[in-house]
């Protein structure tokens, strides 16, 4: 192992060890410093000796091959977490990272989808299934992510422990093991219930039996594999597939887009910014708040599409056709 790559595995520990970052954070970290250090070595540089010129020009190499702004502020925060690191474990005198300022993020509107849509994915969820606890397992993650807009990982990753004795609520260790605590609608309930139904009586010699008697038991959704539980692709795929058969084009559905339509649908319902940023567990009420922007382009497509005015024929029509014969000028609905 490199210099680099050893500092780098340094910087990740203590990460794992004394900020509590998630095993997704400390693996975009790794990959992330790993190019840039790659990238110094092939100019005979190293990471001990970077310098402000060096990071902007690597910033710089970064855009030239066409990486998204997204991409590249993520790579500048991750330089910037390891430049301090190293200033508080006295390897550097500076920070070289400090004053730099890298690309804004585009924010963009997060993608949703109908109440009717959800409804649609919920009816053929058990439909893709092979036998019967495959489609109350599916059943089982969609309401749970449904109802409660936890993170994927936290979904597959949920301990069957917590979940026994027909819960009201649901307690999620998410980003920087930090708890919140999740109420479970009636739907998702008996969803829950349903599948630990299945997965307690399965035969001890079907694949399933052999999955809870083994280690992968501890999980709610076990599965092989070294970490014991369904993986997020896995996941990522049967909700492909279930959206192919409730008639919905699967680019629109990702686990992502579930937790967006879970807090869109609580907003359009009358739910207050605060509580939908505990639940979905943000540390910023700022992240939350994009949610508002969806609300009012829905409110601007209800007024445009369905208000009488805005509709040619309509009221507005007839009363700019009136105020015309009597000689004055009306202003059509904008």
């Known amino acids: 192992m490199s210099r680099d790559h050893a500092s780098i595995s340094s910087f990740l520990d203590a990460q794992a060890a004394e900020a509590g970052a998630a095993r997704n954070t400390l693996l975009a970290y ?8 790659d990238w110094l070595n092939a100019r005979g540089q190293a ?90 397992r599916n059943t089982c993650l969609l309401e749970l992510l449904y109802s409660t807009g936890m993170r994927v990982s936290e979904l597959v990753g949920l301990p069957v422990q917590g979940c026994r004795g027909n819960p009201e609520v649901l307690v999620i260790r998410g980003k920087g093991s930090k708890d919140r605590m999740l109420p479970l609608g009636g739907p998702a309930r008996i969803a829950l219930a349903e599948w630990l139904r299945h997965r307690d009586d399965a035969p001890d010699k079907s694949p399933l039996g052999r999955l809870v008697a083994g280690p ?20 990522g795929r049967m ?63 209800l007024v445009l599409n369905h208000h009488p005015l805005a509709r040619v024929g309509g009221p507005d029509t007839r009363r700019t056709t009136q105020q015309s014969n009597n000689g004055t000028h009306g202003r059509p609905f904008e």
């Open 239 to 301: 909700l492909n597939q279930i959206a192919i058969a409730a008639g919905i084009d699967p680019t629109r559905v990702t686990p992502h887009v579930l937790r967006h339509a879970f807090a869109t649908h609580l907003l359009e319902g009358g739910a207050d910014l605060r509580s939908i940023q505990m639940l979905l567990g943000h540390a910023d009420l700022g992240t939350t708040e994009i949610y508002t922007h969806v609300m009012d382009e829905r409110m601007k497509e």
């Open 216 to 235: 992968e038991g501890r999980w709610l959704f076990p599965a092989p594999g070294a970490e014991g539980h369904m993986p997020r692709q896995s996941f």
């Open 30 to 37: 790794g990959r992330d410093l790993r190019d840039f250090a």
């Open 47 to 136: 990471m001990s000796t970077i310098t402000r010129d060096l990071i902007e020009d690597y910033l710089t190499h970064c855009d030239a091959q066409g990486l998204s702004r997204a991409t590249r502020a993520r790579r500048l925060s991750s330089i910037r977490q390891f430049t301090r690191f190293a200033l508080e474990e006295g390897w550097r005198e500076d920070d070289p990272a400090i004053r730099i300022s890298g690309p804004r993020r585009a924010r963009s509107l997060p993608k949703t989808l109908s109440k009717d849509e959800i409804a649609a994915l919920l009816t053929a969820a058990p439909t893709i299934a092979r036998n019967a606890a495959d489609a109350a």
